[in-house]
């Protein structure tokens, strides 16, 4: 028996990175699991499902098929993001980054409807959101406004809770790059920060798990982030 034994979630960008963990640690500690995301997936013991979560009509036929679910995390990036100076930045791109932004609420006011009243939902900002870092001044917007949404949606969606995780600078396969230019970013990203290395994926799931599991916490971010905001 695990500690989610029992339990039934839904993680959307749950098949790479950040979601995947989460969806492997929810289903090792025996939950349900539906992992959702556009791309075809397979994962041992886990249901895929194939959604866009710019997709309301696909969002809500997925939410009600598994009505009376308990747990809805969402990692999805929702799209293309801009990066770089914001004086240089094409406004279309900034705007296109908030796809994050309506994926969320998408799934989180679709969702909550279907879910159990002691359910939990989860979803991940990024430390752009309250650090100045080259480049990222539209995912650190976007971040922003998840974590206003997160403090005031959970008075909303009470009493099922609502919670943020914020990761810092975390390997995962929205990195494209490989071998020594992936290390070098990684390094050159985190040089300063209090814990000069990238996170991983793992252990931005772990935080993710406990804000599910803690039944006395809503409405906070944990940041999962090697200091990356202190330092
Ligand atoms: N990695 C970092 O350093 C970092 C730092 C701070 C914050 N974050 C945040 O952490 C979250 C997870 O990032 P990650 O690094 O784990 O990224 P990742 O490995 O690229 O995974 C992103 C997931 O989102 C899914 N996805 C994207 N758009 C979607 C859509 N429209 N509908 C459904 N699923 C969609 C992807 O699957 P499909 O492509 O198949 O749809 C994939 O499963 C994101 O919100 C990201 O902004 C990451």
């Known amino acids: 028996m695990g500690q989610f034994t029992n339990k039934k979630a839904i993680v959307l960008g749950g098949t790479s990175g950040i979601g995947l963990s989460t969806t492997q640690m929810l289903r090792d500690g025996g939950a349900e699991v539906i992992a959702g ?62 796809a994050k932004l309506w994926g969320y609420t998408n799934s989180v006011r679709l969702g909550v409807p ?61 990195s494209p790059l490989k071998g020594e230019e992936r290390a070098n970013f990684y390094q050159k990203g985190t040089s300063g920060h209090i814990i000069p290395r990238a996170g991983t994926t793992d252990e931005v799931a772990a935080a993710a798990i406990f804000l599910l599991e803690n039944e006395f916490v809503t409405g906070t971010i944990v940041d999962v982030d090697g200091g990356a905001i202190a330092s």
């Open 37 to 98: 995301s556009r791309r075809e997936c397979e994962i041992d013991g886990v249901e895929c499902v194939q959604v866009d979560v710019l997709d309301r009509e696909a969002l809500s036929a997925l939410f009600e098929k598994h009505h009376g679910f308990d747990y809805l995390v969402n990692a999805a990036t929702g799209g293309s993001r801009a990066v770089g100076p914001f004086l240089e930045m094409d406004l279309d791109g900034f705007q296109n980054s908030f």
């Open 114 to 174: 279907h879910m159990s009243q002691t359910g939990a939902v989860v979803l991940i900002s990024g430390y752009p959101a309250r650090r100045w870092r080259a480049g990222t001044i539209a995912i650190g917007s976007v971040g922003g406004s998840v974590e206003a949404f997160i403090r005031l949606g959970a008075n909303e969606i009470k009493p099922v809770r609502l919670n943020g995780v914020s990761p810092g600078l975390i390997d995962t396969p929205m």
